[in-house]
């Protein structure tokens, strides 16, 4: 009886763009790239502030060209004014990333971003780390000593 032939294995992020671009297309997005690369596309200090939601396109009339859509963004509210205030800036990134006139207009969505919260860093303790490189003897290599000592009193501490 013959085995079936296995499949080779697939990167996760090649499964994910086909399952998330139905998706992102319902929101005006022609790829996910604007969303999953927002904080490259327009910085640290912008992407802290702003999300993008969607893109809104105004369907030409007959014989009319494409006119650039419209960027919709989530805003914290405090924020709201800065952003709007750089809202110039916000779409020549943008428009820099497509490489055409993609966006034309910013509209603002006040609302808390979605963020995954920050885990607190965990502290180890320097006695617990040295209590558990004394139980490994065996190992010759300092460094190694010191970084398993560091991740056993890591795993300890959780």
Partial sequence: MDKPKRKPAVALSTLMSGLLADSFKKQGFASAELVTRWPEIVGADICEHAEPLKIQWRR????????????????????????????????????????????????????????AKPRPARTIDAAETARI??????????????ALARLGAAIKAS
Avoid: M, S, Y
């Fill in 60 to 115: 030409p009339a007959d014989g009319e060209q494409q006119e650039p859509g419209t960027l919709v963004l989530r805003v914290e509210g405090p924020a709201a004014l800065e952003i709007q205030h750089l809202a110039g800036v916000i779409l020549e990134r943008v428009n820099r990333f497509f490489g055409w006139q993609a966006v034309g207009k910013i509209a603002l969505r006040q609302a808390p971003l979605k963020r």
């Fill in 133 to 146: 490189a004394q139980t490994l003897p065996a190992i010759e290599d300092d460094d190694l000593k010191q």
